[in-house]
């Protein structure tokens, strides 16, 4: 702060500074007024206040300017050629600042910003497609930033502040951030359309023991490993699962030229995929829950206003 006020003495001249001090605010909006209706009485009408109190606060600027800025006539004022000047600079000045002002506020108050989401896989329908669009909706003027990654990397980046919030496929351990559990879905097997069991409706998990699982190494495939692990060796069968670094288009692509099947939630079956049927597992007795993850410490309106639109 020093350094600032240091830096300003020296580029402005001592005189100037001296009248900077004894210009207020308001006065200039006075000017401004004044120059706009050309008349203290019908100025003093838009300002709300007296014509003796505009006429003392432009004989103030003028005095502290060393400057006419109004030739006072019988019906009215003129500006001088001095006036136009400043008052034309001084308009530009006050119009920053009143957008300034106008979008601190909005900023405050999470009507304008910007919400930062990471998410686990794309997403195009359900539960979470519906909430962006619900909340692009009330709230036009924030921008909400999207990116996907694997679950450590998107509540690292939560916890640090970079991200405001994330959508994560089941329970988070993470001791300082808060997470809430927000919908669920059933969990869907996807096969290849000539698969021999793509023509049943519904599919058991021992008729599915022996097959190679696809799973991706990012996004909700390391839950989908250990879910897969977990249903096969309750069958007392070794579970085949090929990790594969690919995005889930890529996966789906492979499923359907017949590498493998994996896992899906109920909404990505929504989205048609060439090449692949979904399909109910009769017998898995649990759906994929969802969690939005936020931390305590990020004081950014919009996190709240998505937070509030998601679970009402």
Not at 56 to 80: C, P, Q
Not at 115 to 128: M, N
Not at 294 to 303: D, E, F, T, V
């Amino acid at each position: 702060m020093r350094w600032g006020r240091t830096k300003i003495r020296r580029n402005v001249p001592s005189e100037h500074l001296n009248v900077i001090r004894n210009i207020s605010l308001i006065s200039l909006r006075h000017a401004v007024i004044v120059a706009e209706v050309l008349n203290f009485r019908q100025a003093a009408t838009v300002l709300g206040t007296t014509q003796s109190s505009v006429s003392a606060r432009i004989k103030g600027l003028e005095d502290a300017l060393g400057v006419m800025l109004f030739e006072r006539r019988h019906r009215g004022v003129r500006l001088t050629n001095a006036g136009r000047c400043f008052v034309a600079e001084v308009s530009t000045g006050i119009a920053k600042i009143d957008h300034a002002v106008r979008t601190v506020g909005a900023l405050m108050d999470g009507a304008e910003g910007h919400l930062s989401i990471g998410l686990y896989s794309p997403i195009s329908t359900g539960f979470l497609a519906d909430l962006r669009r619900k909340f692009r909706t009330n709230y036009p003027m924030i921008r909400q930033s999207v990116l996907e990654g694997n679950e450590s990397e998107i509540i690292a980046l939560v916890r640090e502040g970079t991200l405001d919030m994330a959508f994560i496929l089941g329970a988070v351990n993470s001791p300082d951030c808060h997470s809430r559990e927000l919908w669920s879905e059933p969990v869907m097997v996807v096969l290849p359309t000539d698969h021999p069991l793509a023509e049943q409706e519904i599919i058991t998990w021992i008729e599915l023991a022996d097959e190679t699982f696809l799973v991706r190494h990012g996004g909700a495939g390391p839950k989908i490993f250990e879910h897969v692990v977990r249903r096969i060796s309750e069958r007392k069968r070794s579970s085949r699962i090929h990790r594969c670094n690919v995005a889930r288009d890529t996966l789906m692509a492979m499923v359907a030229a017949g590498e493998g099947i994996t896992l899906v939630s109920k909404a990505a079956t929504y989205t048609p995929f060439p090449g692949v049927v979904f399909r109910t597992i009769v017998d898995e007795p649990e759906e994929a829950h969802f969690n939005v993850i936020w931390s305590p410490h990020n004081r950014n309106p919009a996190l709240l206003h998505m937070l509030n639109l998601a679970t009402k």
